[in-house]
């Protein structure tokens, strides 16, 4: 599986982006997908998750202001990001895992893509 994460830029605080994670190489339907981000100088962290079957999870620092989707017959992975701050500027990566239910854990994720950059200013 080939994970491609496009959407990135920059914005104003408040402001919104909506990141895409396009897939080839195989369908996703039947993954679990995550994303994550890296700010400068931080490890890697979880932002959100979609279960193969629909089921959502997120960080709670994202919650209520993020929305993960996926639509299978594109085979792509959306972040909507609204009411974007300073500190969601990092790299953001998409991936993919098989089965299990550690959503948070980046070790789980057999795929991933490039990354894509997020800036908010202030």
């Known amino acids: 599986v080939q994970l491609q994460a496009s959407g990135g830029g920059l914005v104003q605080a408040g402001g919104s982006l909506r990141l895409s994670c396009a897939a080839s190489g195989r369908t996703l339907s039947s993954y679990d997908l995550g994303w994550f981000r890296q700010a400068p100088g931080k490890e890697r962290e979880f932002v959100a998750a979609v279960s193969w079957s629909g089921s959502t999870y997120y960080a709670d620092s994202v919650k209520g202001r993020f929305t993960i989707s996926r639509v299978n017959i594109k085979n792509t992975l959306y972040l909507q990001m609204n009411t974007l701050k300073p500190e969601d500027t990092a790299v953001y990566y998409c991936?993919?895992?098989?089965?299990?239910?550690?959503?948070?854990?980046?070790?789980?994720?057999?795929?991933w893509g490039q990354g894509t950059q997020v800036t908010v200013s202030s």
């Open positions: 991936a993919a895992k098989w089965g299990g239910n550690n959503w948070e854990e980046e070790h789980e994720y057999e795929y």
